[in-house]
């Protein structure tokens, strides 16, 4: 009987080593993939009072400094090969590019300037007041020139480009209540504007509006999802879109889907239990075959802010990976993939 109980637990011991075994394989591959990708590049201002903007390095889990500026809700050029971003800091305030094979830093327009643009254009005028806190949000590169949200609000969104010369703003979106994210997608015949709205205190929709490429007027709204989540707090958005416009990926708790855009149906990738904790940012690798995502540890009396562990999955096979558990204290201002 007792020889018989050895051989059992034994047994058990191979099983749980080979599973072991096989899961750092997978992981193994997955990585070896995923470090041929743009690199994941956040910013972040450390606890120990350390600030910048940073690329990471998947492979061996450390971050790199490419900019002393904080690139605030930054995100990539179409071709990788910029970063965009806002920058509020007391020697400048308005939106920079910072190169990503020199990591050089370029200026693109000031507040100043906007405000001038604003101003025409019937929109009130932002003030700066401290560093961090910005008044514009999720700037991304779009034809010639920029997009983001003006004000706090998330209601509307700009587009500004150089005219003879002359910096010119227009508002590319309006809505009558609050949205968390947007992306643009440009495509041949038409492009698209995904936003991620909220008409009631917990429902989000995220909704497809088809834009026409040369005057930029919204022609229509066709809804795509709806998303209820509670105690959403954060304003960087829940979802992403694939670069070819096919799939959007999403958290609905305690779920990380793929939503196909063409035949409508949904899939199920990997899950995501959250306990006083909050999905951060949420990003589809340039291929769409990965998500990367982070997930938020709420601070006591929010006394520092998110504390974050980042995580990659597999589209294909649901296999996730944790990459780092970020210190208390450490604040981040934009994740991008």
């Known amino acids: 009987m007792k020889r018989r109980i050895i051989k059992v637990f034994i047994f058990l011991i191979t099983i749980l080593c080979v599973v072991c075994l096989y899961k750092v ?6 990585i070896k993939e995923i470090i041929k990708k743009p690199p994941i590049v956040f910013s972040i201002r450390f606890k120990d009072g350390d600030k910048g903007t940073f690329k990471y390095n998947i492979n061996t889990g450390k971050a790199e400094k490419i900019s002393d500026y904080v690139f605030q809700d930054l995100s990539y050029s179409n071709d990788y090969e910029k970063v965009i971003g806002v920058i509020w800091e007391d020697k400048f305030q308005g939106l920079a590019e910072l190169d990503m094979k020199q990591y050089t830093f370029k200026p693109i327009i000031d507040l100043e300037e906007l405000n001038k643009c604003a101003k025409d254009i019937g929109l009130d005028e932002i003030k700066y007041d401290m560093p961090g806190v910005a008044g514009i949000h999720m700037p991304q ?21 150089k005219q003879n010369d002359v910096w010119k703003m227009k508002v590319l979106y309006k809505s009558e209540h609050e949205n968390y994210s947007y992306h643009i997608k440009e495509e041949n015949n038409k492009d698209l504007l995904f936003v991620e709205s909220r008409y009631e205190i917990y429902n989000q929709k995220i909704e497809k509006i088809n834009i026409d490429k040369n005057n930029l007027e919204t022609f229509g709204e066709e809804e795509l999802l709806i998303t209820p989540r509670k105690n959403f707090s954060d304003s960087t ?25 063409e035949t409508r149906n949904r899939k199920h990738i990997n899950n995501q239990y959250l306990l006083w904790q909050h999905i951060v940012y949420i990003k589809l690798s340039s291929d769409a075959k990965y998500i990367f995502y982070a997930v938020g540890d709420i601070p006591f009396f929010w006394s520092d802010g998110y504390r974050l562990n980042f995580f990659i999955v597999d589209v294909k096979t649901g296999n996730k990976i944790r990459l780092d558990k970020w210190k208390k204290g450490d604040m981040f201002y934009g994740v991008d993939w």
Not at 25 to 30: A, S
Not at 141 to 161: A, H, L, P, R
Not at 244 to 256: A, L
Request: proline fraction near 2%; hydrophobic fraction near 30%; include cysteine.
């Open 25 to 30: 394989y997978i992981n193994y591959k997955m």
């Open 141 to 161: 590169f779009y034809k010639d020139g920029c997009t983001f949200f003006w004000e706090n609000s998330g209601d509307v969104i700009c587009y500004f480009n």
């Open 237 to 261: 958005g829940n979802m992403d879109v694939s670069n070819d416009t096919t799939m959007i990926s999403y958290y609905q708790e305690p779920n990380i889907y793929i939503y196909d855009l």
